[in-house]
Structures are given as C-alpha cells and as structure tokens.
C-alpha cells in the first residue's frame, strides 16, 4: 500500500499508532505540538516524554506543522486530547483532501457541550466527510502494542468500506483490527471506561481486593450500557472489545493512567498533586465532569460515575464514598 498517512497529536498512542503505521514501511507524517518534543524526536528517533525507550523508524516523519501534516493525506488519524480535539479539528479542516479518510483515535466526552467526539467530527467536518469518520476503540495500552504484544481493537464507522479501508491500514500480524457499525457505543464505552477505571483505582488505593474490583467493572458496565442505550447504543456493543475487554484492562492493568490516579486518590492525595505530577493525560478526569452531568441530563442512573464526580469535583472522601455506594437502597440487579 503506498499511502500518505497523518498521525495528528504526539501523545503515547499517537506516536504508538504512526510507529505501527510507518513499521509496514508506509508513508508517514506524526504531527506533535511541542516544538522542544519535536526536535528531540527528529534527532533521537524517541519520543522520551510520552513513549520512552521505544525507537522511532527512520521513514516516520516528525512535523510541528499541522498543515503540511495533513494536506493530501489519503487518511488522518486524530489523536489529541478530547478537550482540545475540536480546536485542532478546526486549525486543520480546511487542508483536509476531499476524499480524506478520518480517524478519531480519542477517547472522551467534550466538557461544557456534552458531546460524544462523533458529534464534534459531525459539527466541524464539511458535508461530504461527515460519513467518511472512523473511530478506534478498545483495549490497547500503547507500550505494549509498541511492543508488538497480540491487541485487538475495533474500528466503527458509517460508512462500512471507509470501516474497512481503517481495518486494512492498521492491521498486522500482532494488531487485529475489527469493524463495526455502532459508532455511539464504541465511543461511548471508550470514554466511560476511564471512569470506571478511577474507581477500580480508589478501591484498590483503599486497600480493597478483589471481590470489590469485581463488583466495580461489574456494575460499571451496566452503567456504561445504561447510558449508551439512552443514547441510541446498541447493548450487545457493550460486551465487546470496545465495552468490556477496554474497561477490564483498564481497571486492572498497571499501564493505565486513570487507575493510578485513582490509586493515589484512595492514598489520601489530592487530585492536583497527582496531576502536577503526571506528563499524560488521564482523560477519565475530565470525562467524569462531561459524563456525571450528561447523566443527569438524560436521566440514568449511574452511582459509580455519581461517586468519582463527588471525589473528583467537591473533595469527598474516597472511603465515605463507598460507604455510601454500597449502602445504597437494596434492589435487584439489572441492567
């Protein structure tokens, strides 16, 4: 395949993606913010801040250019935070080639407007590439796919031939790529499991075990499945890589970022010590604000998200926390 590619956002999966991408000797444009981070990249051929120790091929490109980056790309794959991907979206729209392919590679919901990144892409993108967005999803830390580890990820899209088109671009012999046409749920369950993951976090971080992780992923995912079906998801979806297998890796693997914050909350540390002291986005902290109050908005019942917002946003104490989740009013399970 002889394609230009853009890897827009130098972050840990975005430099993970543009190495998978380059390693099947494609071409490869990785657009990364900081200029300081960029030319270290160019000279050392390692991203040292986001991906340290995992060496960058030679014909991978490293750009502080946004358009340069993405003008003529056949595919350009987003990758930035979820609160900044409108800004970038909008910086660099109007390079994009009308036959583009485009990839959300971000996982969130947008604070302040509520919004899925499918319903960003859908206001910002001109009519004619709205139905040309594919989203990627599911449990992938990013050192071990650097790492060549077996991974499997979902690829969502509206259109099925731009789906697979995404599923043949990624696809190796240890990155298995499926397709999928329930955008709302693999955005969804892709963007919750980071809250869910803070929880699973502060238990542990509580000194909990095992029973009490099990009955967060657990009841987590009802939720999660509660409010993707409010929101037009289909249930089934939240079984799959994108639902469950995400949000079991992150709640129980040592590479996630929102579990450690988590952990260090349950510790007895304040949110703004932790995060003084991170290089990374934990996206699950700004997506609890965005999901808690699009809950509320819509309704469901999530007591989990409810919980990590009270933490989070108005200092409660982790352990009164669970108290109060598990001394809630007896019913019966459902999802």
């Known amino acids: 395949m002889n394609t230009r590619i853009a890897v827009v956002g130098a972050g840990s999966w975005g430099t993970t993606l543009a190495n998978l991408l380059a390693e099947k000797h494609l071409s490869v444009a990785l657009w990364c913010y900081e200029k300081d981070l960029a030319q270290r990249m160019q000279t050392t051929r390692i991203n040292d801040l986001y991906l340290p120790g995992i060496s960058l091929p030679q014909n991978l490109k490293i750009t502080t250019d946004l358009d340069e980056a993405v003008t003529d790309a056949a595919f350009v794959v987003y990758v930035t935070p979820s609160q900044v991907t409108r800004q970038v979206l909008r910086q660099s729209v109007k390079s994009l080639s009308a036959d583009v392919v485009v990839i959300s590679a971000s996982k969130g919901i947008e604070n302040?407007?509520?919004?899925?990144?499918?319903?960003?892409?859908?206001?910002?993108?001109?009519?004619?590439l709205k139905q040309r967005v594919v989203f990627i999803s599911g449990p992938s830390f990013a050192r071990e796919v650097s790492q060549h580890m077996p991974t499997a990820v979902v690829a969502a899209g509206y259109d099925p031939v731009a789906a697979e088109a995404v599923q043949q671009l990624f696809s190796t012999p240890v990155f298995r790529v499926y397709t999928h046409n329930d955008i709302v749920g693999v955005e969804l369950g892709g963007a919750m499991k980071n809250v869910i993951a803070l929880a699973a976090g502060v238990a542990d971080g509580l000194g909990f075990g095992y029973n009490t992780r099990a009955a967060l992923i657990t009841r987590g995912l009802a939720e999660m499945t509660r409010m993707g079906v409010k929101l037009g998801a289909n249930k089934e979806?939240?079984?799959?890589?994108?639902?469950?297998?995400?949000?079991?890796?992150?709640?129980?693997?040592?590479?996630?970022?929102?579990?450690?914050?988590?952990?260090?909350?349950?510790?007895?540390?304040?949110?703004?010590?932790?995060?003084?002291?991170?290089?990374?986005?934990?996206?699950?902290?700004?997506?609890?604000?965005?999901?808690?109050?699009?809950?509320?908005?819509?309704?469901?019942?999530?007591?989990?998200?409810?919980?990590?917002?009270?933490?989070?946003?108005?200092?409660?104490?982790?352990?009164?926390?669970?108290?109060?989740?598990?001394?809630?009013?007896?019913?019966?399970?459902?999802?």
Do not use: H
Request: overall charge negative; some cysteine.
């Open 112 to 128: 302040d407007s509520l919004q899925l990144l499918s319903q960003v892409f859908d206001n910002e993108l001109p009519a004619g």
């Open 237 to 335: 979806t939240f079984a799959g890589l994108a639902g469950m297998g995400d949000l079991v890796l992150t709640c129980t693997g040592d590479l996630s970022r929102n579990r450690s914050v988590g952990m260090e909350l349950g510790k007895g540390r304040s949110l703004e010590e932790i995060m003084a002291g991170m290089n990374m986005v934990a996206e699950g902290v700004k997506t609890t604000l965005s999901a808690y109050q699009l809950a509320q908005k819509l309704g469901v019942d999530v007591p989990i998200i409810e919980q990590i917002y009270f933490i989070l946003y108005q200092n409660k104490d982790p352990r009164q926390a669970v108290t109060d989740l598990m001394l809630r009013d007896l019913k019966a399970e459902k999802s």
